[in-house]
């Protein structure tokens, strides 16, 4: 069952329209608690009294040169400081990296200020990430990233000319896709992922699929589909070519997408991720080992992440920190010495049962009750009783098998965890998805 996924249009009609940013829990949308330096650095130094190993990300904003260079030298800062409050050299199992239109000798001097200031994992044992522009990626950059020790690399396929607002550039080859995907090789890259939107205005069913054509062509390890709509920036763009495409289009792109990658031999892993039966995180969901937390889907485990940059998140041990989203007051904050903590999630007032079921939905598309209780004392059946009858009518649907022991989402069902998720997030939601309204408690899961 795992990595088997299927397209069913009345059912995607029902439930594939709630709650599709609900990607996990918690997610920014809960971060209503301001958040003190002092709380990060508490954190920071039961990490290391645990010597949990760690995961960074990095995301360069886009900036002018020279803003760039100042905005570069107030991250050092920030990695400086919180670097000395994890004791010398903390090990780094992941690394990602956005690496936006930095220059090849800004890139090269922040990967040595984090490497004098972490140890990082041997090349084996670690996944070091770069994500890469396609309009600003080349031969001589994949090969210094390589140099600078990534093993997994990320590009990003525009659907605007990189340097014109709002001007289209049209797919008209997969020349430079080729070129980077025969240059990961050739530099011997664990993985390559292709970032593949759809939904735009401009965009047509019968166009993106001949991008999807051309890039299933060349067969990258990964590749990431997603919606355009739920991007924040699409709601706020006044570009009528920015805009959304109509739902209908939309939905058609994706199923043409989802059934192309399943028909080229790519396994569905979740929330867009389609990969090779090779991959890495192929292997971990078939051994229960796969994981998902702020920074996507993993292999690892029990390590704490810290988000470095304007805007970024961090969860250390059971505390989730953004920093100020805004580039002038996270500078601000570092030139004051102080971390640029903004808001947050306690580890108080984190659900951690809820956090736990959104986690293994996404990562094995089943649920084990008693594995749940064992772990962190959930009962499901009776903390989501008031959902049953929504459960059974997703089983009489074919998107769930229910039982006295637990959960299975079926190959039809795979689409529609993210509204499920949602709705245990929040209940109010399922009446949108009722037949009639929610009955009674039924006596047994498995009843019909």
């Excluded at 920014?28 to 920071?44: Q, S, V, Y």
């Excluded at 759809?198 to 067969?219: H, M, T």
């Excluded at 970024?312 to 002038?328: C, D, E, P, T």
Aim: aromatic share 8%; glycine share 8%.
């Amino acid at each position: 069952m795992f990595g088997s996924v299927k397209w069913n249009d009345r059912l995607m009609h029902r439930y594939g329209h709630v709650g599709q940013r609900q990607h996990g829990y918690p997610t920014a949308a809960d971060f209503n608690t301001p958040i003190a330096p002092f709380d990060l650095l508490r954190a920071l130094r039961d990490s290391r009294k645990a010597q949990r190993p760690l995961s960074l990300a990095v995301r360069l904003p886009i900036l002018a040169p020279d803003a760039m260079t100042t905005y570069l030298r107030h991250l050092k800062r920030e990695i400086e400081l919180l670097a000395c409050h994890l004791g010398e050299h903390p090990r780094v199992e992941q690394l990602q990296l956005s690496a936006g239109r930095a220059s090849i000798a800004q890139l090269r001097d922040l990967l040595g200020h984090l490497k004098s200031h972490f140890q990082f994992a041997e090349q084996g044992l670690g996944d070091f990430t770069v994500e890469v522009e396609l309009a600003h990626a080349d031969w001589p950059l994949v090969g210094v990233l390589r140099e600078l020790g990534f093993n997994h690399l990320s590009v990003g396929v525009p659907d605007l000319h990189a340097d014109e607002d709002g001007t289209i550039e049209y797919f008209r080859s997969s020349t430079r896709i080729r070129a980077l995907i025969e240059a990961t090789r050739a530099f011997h890259y664990r993985s390559v992922n292709i970032d593949l939107g759809y939904g735009r205005s401009w965009q047509s069913p019968a166009s993106f699929a001949r991008k999807l054509d051309s890039i299933i062509e060349l067969q990258p390890d990964r590749v990431s589909m997603f919606d355009y709509r739920q991007l924040p920036q699409a709601a706020e763009s006044s570009s009528p070519r920015l805009r959304p495409a109509s739902p209908g289009a939309s939905r058609a792109m994706h199923r043409h997408g989802i059934e192309s990658l399943v028909a080229a031999g790519y396994r569905f892993i979740g929330l867009g991720r389609f990969v090779l039966p090779h991959d890495d995180l192929t292997m971990a969901q078939e051994t229960g080992s796969l994981r998902h937390d702020i920074g996507g889907y993993t292999d690892h485990e029990h390590f704490d992440h810290l988000g470095l940059g304007a805007g970024a998140i961090s969860r250390v041990g059971m505390l989730y920190v953004q920093n100020f989203a805004r580039v002038a007051p996270y500078q601000h904050a570092l030139e004051q010495d102080q971390l640029p903590t903004w808001r947050g999630l306690p580890p108080a007032s984190v659900d951690q049962p809820l956090r736990t079921v959104i986690e293994r939905l996404h990562c094995d598309a089943r649920l084990d009750f008693v594995e749940l209780h064992n772990r962190c004392g959930l009962v499901f059946q009776q903390r989501y009783a008031a959902l049953w009858p929504l459960l059974l009518q997703m089983q009489r649907d074919g998107l769930l098998r229910l039982g006295e022991h637990g959960i299975e989402v079926l190959p039809e069902g795979k689409l529609a965890i993210p509204t499920l998720c949602a709705v245990l997030v929040q209940p109010e939601l399922a009446c949108n998805l009722m037949d009639t309204p929610a009955s009674a408690k039924p006596t047994s899961l498995s009843a019909r």
